[in-house]
């Protein structure tokens, strides 16, 4: 049999080499190549490899990327859409032509939805609206009479107790037919703002002066800003600050206490209207601004009201780009703070 081959690697002051023998009878013939052109060959291949690989690395992780961001925007615009859904923007909706079709049914399903929300929406609220408009007239009528009967009765006497307990649940029908109209006016978008320059501070000195003549036995203490002025609808903002001043008065303590603080903030006008209460349970106040929402449960007469008020006067502050919100306070407190802009600008969280 022919001889076998001996292979050995070795270093030399000319580089490396790759050393083969094999021997002969008379004779041992030794091959010798140099491993530096296969080294140098190894280099670029490695060099080659290191920037490459990284680079298809990248390309497949942002080919990936941009596919699953396709496969996503449906699923993205889907839920811009129903985050944007508000009681003024049921008229969302998503285009079903420029999504994928595996999501079509999908986006077609929740379009159906809005529609029926915002017909059903629309009708309630054009009912509510209706109604108000139709019962405006008779009422005002049946109060006229009442009033004008009232005149002609002996003073003092059943008649007239009774035809003045009637014209005091007229005024109330009354009351709840207008905040229901303007409630109505507010989830249209149409509750339309005559501004002028209101002066916040002569307003608050006038409750403050109600508040002492309605319930002398209650301590107010004040905390207003001289000057405060805001660009606003007078005749609608005044009922707001009634509201407050009037829950201070009718949620509050024997011998209890009401403050009243206005200041400017930045580009707003903040007035919180703190009093002694009881407190408010987790679940009513989660649900203190809902319409007809009041905290007894039965709904009687021992407190006054329809539960109309706080939601108006929210929509009232939404409208001037402010906001009404129920504050956290220690316990025995209420407070609530209204929020107003200066100008004609809605407000921003993050300026407050």
């Known amino acids: 049999p022919p001889p076998q081959p001996r292979f050995v690697t070795t270093r030399t002051d000319q580089g490396s080499w790759r050393i083969g023998a094999v021997n002969f009878s008379h004779i041992r013939v030794a091959i010798a190549v140099s491993l530096y052109p296969v080294q140098q060959e190894m280099a670029v291949i490695r060099n080659l490899f290191s920037v490459s690989i990284p680079g298809v690395l990248l390309l497949i992780a942002a080919g990936a990327w941009g596919m ?3 496969a996503l925007h449906p699923i993205r615009s889907l839920t811009g859409t129903i985050r944007q859904i508000t ?3 049921l008229d969302q909706r998503i285009p079903a032509a420029i999504t994928d079709v595996e999501f079509m049914e999908l986006i077609q399903v929740f379009n159906q939805m809005m529609e029926r929300l915002e017909r059903s929406f629309t009708q309630a609220s054009r009912f509510s609206a209706d109604a108000a408009h139709e019962l405006k007239t008779p009422l005002a009528i049946l109060q006229g009479e009442l009033e004008q009967t009232l005149h002609q009765v002996d003073p003092g006497s059943e008649a007239q107790q009774r035809i003045s307990s009637l014209l005091d649940e007229v005024r109330r029908l009354s009351t709840i037919v207008r905040k229901l109209l303007l409630l109505s006016l507010a989830d249209a978008g149409q509750l339309s703002l005559h501004r002028v320059e209101v002066d916040l501070t002569a307003l608050l000195v006038e409750m403050v002066e109600d508040i002492e003549l309605l319930a002398p036995e209650l301590s107010v203490q004040t905390e207003i800003t001289p000057g405060l002025q805001v660009q606003g609808d007078r005749d609608l903002l005044i009922p707001v600050l009634q509201n407050l001043c009037s829950n201070a008065i009718k949620y509050n303590l024997t011998q209890g206490w009401v403050r009243i603080q206005a200041t400017r903030i930045g580009l707003a006008v903040q007035v919180t209207i703190t009093n002694a209460s009881n407190d408010i349970l987790a679940h009513d ?3 203190i601004f809902d319409r ?8 009687t007469r021992k407190t006054d009201g329809v539960g109309l008020g706080l939601s108006l006067a929210r929509e ?7 906001n009404l919100t129920l504050d956290d306070t220690p316990a025995g407190q209420t407070a609530f703070t209204l929020t107003l802009p200066t100008s004609q600008e809605p407000l921003r969280l993050s300026s407050l």
Do not use: E, L, M, T
């Open 292 to 299: 007809f929402h009041r905290g007894d449960p039965a709904h």
């Open 316 to 322: 009232i502050a939404q409208a001037h780009g402010g």
């Open 87 to 89: 009681v003024k923007g």
């Open 285 to 287: 106040r989660a649900r």
């Open 68 to 70: 699953a961001g396709s």
